[in-house]
């Protein structure tokens, strides 16, 4: 990547005007007045966070009881909301370190709110096995550390592993969205006008001054950061997936899991990334960066990981009956025709079908339809977890071990709540901080690269 | 206006207050998590004022009156039980009969109401512990007691954690003796008298979690 000064050096006057027009775009909107349609918004996600709020309170002082949780179903929405709100985040690692390593130029536009959007959906991921432990005062007993009752963490658990996991994806995710934020905030720093502003974004951009030293050590820690997290986005989900895998249960003890579900994970990811940016680049209007064409590569990457997903559930169904294993394929049968196939067509439709609408161009640049089939498949994403969990546990080996669960009003609300609190976050990401990676979109413009010859 | 940039009077905060605390900070936390907030250091010495000023030290010290002639159901029991005041009158009826001190003894003898002692050693209750599996398997109360016979007033001598139990049960040896010596204060064990009472009574304490918490 070439550090904008050195681009900017290197060109004409209409270069520089083109840059000093993304860097106008991108501050105005965390610069100006506040605009109307952001109130109503965060009016709306405060309310859903109290219902969060509410929720972990009625759930702290009474118990996991509230939930429609039972013997049979001790898994139910609370880890799938923990499944759906981590995959979500995969998008954001993807676009920010993967593309980075492959040099796809697009991702410049959108990276920085996919990187929020990660840490954010992270961020209510982690809630949710927390608080279904029932004890969220012990979750440090989770930090393996010599202690009182000589006992250290079960090293050989997946549980254990994916608090190794999210908590080095949630560690790596913020510095690396932060310190790709440093050169932009300095940006607003030195647009602001009131002083609070300036001081507040002056203490957030750490002194820097855009010398060439500075954007030096800035693009090394990028990449290096880029490479560490490359990793993760196989390895958080192959891990959230070993929850499942490395179990005797039907249903869930499966080698496909792994590949399986980081290809969701990224599929659920990329519809939530557009979810949100098709909205917020008309509101913010900032269509001239986010152009429709990033737009359609997501759609695109959508058709293909969402084919990924789909040929999953076809072998998995296959595996079943091709291994023999009785149990095996009663497991499935029941999943599909059983007493949760609504759910099971609920989710082939939503993840195998929906995204074939992408094949058509119209359906990829209409922003509604996008945002529509977007939210389809986020549902049928989040449907997929919950055929997971609750079809292989609804049917055990002994029939004393059937059940079936239904959700109380507090995992409802609960529920609700982990969006109140995703939106929320977004929508002061959206309206404090600079959305898009100025420096970056600048540096891989066209423009930086007219005139001379650079490399 | 001038771009903020962090101004000349933050550079000493940098250096003698940020990176100080970021050095010194966690040594500190450790420190204060190892040695401060251990339950040796909140829990060992804790000794509770009593209703009566009984001293183990005159009793079965000076004394020499077996532990179990008081706690006498520790052999057969989880718990060893604290006497009533009936057992203290079997000599306080004539020894001392008037001693102002002896005064709730003798209204908890004649009014027929217990004593209220202050427990001391006091495990967590969802903690499973009996007497009786340690004091016939050669466990001495010295072990997990102390020296009892010299304390004017009881205080507690282990730390009762669980890795404290646990250090135990997985090495008992160091710590088994005739089973007849239990209530022995000071007491020596023979050299390869721990190995011979495990290798006799084929003691093999369990670790696993239901052992203690059922």
């Known amino acids: 990547m070439a550090s904008p000064s050195e681009a900017a050096a290197g060109s004409d006057g209409e270069a520089q005007a083109v840059f000093r027009g993304i860097t106008d775009d991108v501050s105005r909107v965390a610069l100006n007045p506040t605009p109307k349609w952001w109130w109503p918004a965060f009016g709306v996600s405060n309310l859903m966070l109290l219902c969060l709020v509410v929720s972990l309170y009625h759930l702290f002082t009474t118990g996991i009881g509230v939930w429609g949780n039972n013997n049979i179903q001790g898994w139910a929405w609370d880890i799938t909301n923990f499944v759906f709100w981590i995959g979500i985040g995969h998008a954001g690692t993807l676009i920010s370190a993967v593309l980075y390593l492959f040099r796809q130029d697009w991702r410049t536009s959108i990276n920085r709110s996919a990187e929020a959007m990660t840490i954010f959906a992270v961020a209510a991921a982690g809630i949710f096995p927390i608080i279904h432990t029932g004890r969220p005062w012990f979750a440090w007993w989770m930090i393996p550390h010599p202690n009182d009752m000589g006992m250290w963490p079960q090293f050989r658990s997946p549980l254990m592993w994916d608090v190794f996991a999210i908590s080095t994806y949630a560690t790596t995710s913020i510095l690396f969205w932060y310190m790709g934020m440093v050169p932009d905030l300095a940006t607003l720093r030195d647009r602001a006008k009131e002083r609070w502003k300036q001081v507040g974004y002056g203490l957030l951009a750490l002194g820097w001054r855009g010398s060439a030293r500075q954007w030096h050590r800035y693009e090394r820690a990028y990449l290096i950061l880029a490479a560490l997290s490359t990793p993760l986005v196989l390895s958080v989900h192959s891990v959230v997936s070993f929850d499942f895998a490395t179990s005797q249960n039907p249903g869930w003890h499966t080698t496909i899991f792994p590949p399986y579900f980081v290809a969701g994970a990224i599929f659920s990811g990329f519809a939530m990334v557009a979810t949100l940016l098709v909205p917020l680049r008309h509101l913010c209007g900032l269509k001239h960066i986010i152009k429709e064409s990033h737009i359609e590569a997501m759609c695109k990457i959508m058709i293909a990981t969402g084919l990924m997903v789909g040929g999953a559930y076809g072998i998995e169904i296959f595996i079943a009956w091709y291994s023999g294993n009785a149990g095996e394929w009663f497991t499935f049968r029941n999943r599909v025709l059983g007493e949760y196939s609504w759910a099971y067509f609920a989710m082939v439709s939503c993840n195998v079908l929906v995204p074939q609408f992408f094949w058509i161009r119209k359906c990829r640049t209409n922003p509604w339809i996008v945002v529509g089939l977007c939210i389809l498949i986020n549902v049928g994403m989040w449907f997929e977890r919950f055929v997971i969990i609750a079809t292989s546990l609804a049917r055990q080996a002994m029939p004393g071990m059937w059940g079936y669960f239904s959700p109380t009003r507090w995992d409802v609300l609960t529920f609700i709540g982990s969006f109140g609190l995703f939106f929320t976050l977004f929508l002061l990401f959206a309206r404090f901080l600079p959305v898009i990676a100025m420096a970056e979109v600048k540096a891989v413009s066209p423009e930086a690269h007219a005139g001379k010859d650079h490399h | ?214």
């Open chain 2, 1 to 214: 206006m001038a771009r903020f940039l962090f101004p000349e009077w933050t550079q000493p905060l940098k250096k003698y207050v940020i990176t100080p605390a970021l050095l010194v900070g966690p040594v500190y936390i450790v420190l204060m998590a190892a040695l401060v907030k251990d339950p040796q250091t909140l829990r060992v010495g804790y000794m509770p004022e009593q209703p009566v000023p009984y001293s183990h030290a005159l009793h079965a010290g000076e004394m020499g009156l077996d532990c179990r002639y008081c706690h006498n159901v520790v052999e057969q029991s989880a718990k060893a039980a604290v006497p009533p005041a009936a057992t203290c009158m079997n000599c306080h009826q004539t020894v001392l009969p008037r001693s102002e001190k002896l005064l709730p003894v003798r209204q908890a003898f004649f009014e027929n109401e217990p004593l209220r002692w202050v427990r001391v050693t006091d495990l967590p209750d969802y903690v499973f512990f009996n007497h009786s599996a340690h004091v016939t398997r050669g466990v001495g109360c010295e072990t997990c007691h102390g020296r009892v016979d010299r304390m004017v007033r009881v205080w507690q001598a282990q730390p009762l954690t669980m890795q404290w139990c646990l250090d135990c049960h997985r090495n008992p040896e160091p710590n088994l003796r005739e089973p007849a010596n239990v209530t022995v204060m000071g007491y020596q064990p023979a050299a390869g008298e721990g190995a011979a009472v495990k290798a006799r009574l084929k003691i093999n304490p369990p670790t696993d979690c239901s052992t203690c918490h059922r």
